[in-house]
């Protein structure tokens, strides 16, 4: 088996906002990720997806606390004393986010952020650093790059933002690359180009990117492997073929028919009736089981674990803990064309 880049073991990231009231945002989330991969972490918005990576990062603040491990290379980053994690932010991972605007400094130019994030981390002249930040300028898709150093932020549209936060976050090669709805607040055409953008960047820098979307269609074109999260746990764990192919959680299923395909018309998209369960209050049992057309008594009455569906696959469901019968399975693969 591979080493993993990163590994969480048991994650947990509970806000404790009042004395009877804890907001369990991420609830018990086990991953790997090994070198050289784009794992993609869907779910609708509010299943954890960001406070998972906020986790990762270290930049969740009071009255949320973190436990389980966040291992990086083995070193659970979470016994790390702020100062050791500043460096690892950076020089090993890095993130970026939706709204690039909102982490550019608006009264900087992008040469001057650019230059200073490469300085942060390396020891090299400015003259050095001006040089490396022209390149990877140019490396996200800046042609006239010297020119551009000068521009600020706001004289750049959100996609040419969005490069240069890819810019800056590669700029110390890190070996994970966390990306949290890189493309949403992008037009279509504009999102492809970044995704492309995240493929060249992973090839050139043999990093691995955590790609955290709530849109499958990004998924399909480029992650290796697919983790889907509904209310801060994992529900679902495959190859992205495997995924696409045959969804077993009948979450992912419903997942798969609201999104919409080229050849289909609008109207027969279908989106999953009621919404994700809240926080501070989840069921005892599965907590998709209110919206499941597949639930029975016992998913109310017991959460089930995330099982081993073969190989490469796992999967949150009782249709598929030890026990259930083929012709369970069975339900849910018939209700397929629902
Ligand atoms: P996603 O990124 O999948 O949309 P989030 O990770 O942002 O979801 O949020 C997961 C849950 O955690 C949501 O119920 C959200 O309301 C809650 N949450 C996020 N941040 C905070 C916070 N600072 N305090 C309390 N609850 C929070
Ligand atoms: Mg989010």
Do not use: W
């Amino acid at each position: 088996m591979a080493k993993s880049l990163l590994e969480l073991v048991n994650l947990k990231t509970y806000f404790h906002v009042s004395k009877h009231r804890i907001v369990k945002a991420v609830d018990g989330v086990s991953l790997s990720i090994y070198d050289d991969e784009i794992v993609a972490l869907v779910g609708e918005s509010g299943s954890g997806k960001s406070m998972t990576s906020m986790s990762i990062m270290g930049l969740v603040d009071p009255p949320g606390e973190v436990t389980g491990e966040i291992r990086l290379n083995g070193e659970n980053l979470l016994k790390l004393k702020e100062k050791k994690l500043d460096k690892i932010r950076g020089d090993q991972m890095a993130m970026i986010f939706q709204e690039p605007m909102t982490s550019l400094n608006p009264v900087f130019t992008i040469g001057n952020q650019l230059i200073e994030a490469i300085r942060k981390h390396k020891k090299v002249t400015k003259k050095e650093a001006k040089k490396q930040a022209v390149e990877l300028l140019r490396l996200v898709g800046f042609s006239r790059a010297e020119e551009s150093l000068k521009e600020f932020p706001h004289q750049l549209s959100g996609g040419m933002r969005q490069r240069v936060m890819i810019a800056m976050a590669m700029s110390c090669n890190p070996k994970l690359l966390i990306a949290d709805e890189p493309t949403t607040a992008l037009d279509v055409t504009i999102q492809q180009q970044i995704l492309d953008l995240m493929l060249k960047v992973k090839s050139e820098f043999q990093s691995s990117i955590l790609l955290i979307t709530h849109d499958l269609g990004v998924v399909a074109e480029t992650a290796n492997r697919v983790l889907v999260m509904y209310g801060g746990q994992i529900v679902e764990e495959a190859p992205a073929f495997d995924l696409f192919t045959n969804p077993l959680h009948p979450y992912t299923k419903g997942l798969l028919r609201s999104m919409p395909k080229m050849e289909d018309n609008k109207d027969r998209l279908e989106a999953i009736s009621g919404t994700v369960p809240l926080a501070h209050n989840f069921p005892k049992g599965c907590r998709f089981a209110a919206r499941c057309k597949f639930a029975t008594d016992a998913c109310a009455d017991k959460m089930p674990e995330l099982v081993q569906a073969n190989d490469n696959r796992k999967v949150r469901c009782l249709l598929y803990e030890e026990g259930s019968t083929t012709a369970d399975r069975n339900r849910i693969t018939e209700g397929k064309g629902l």
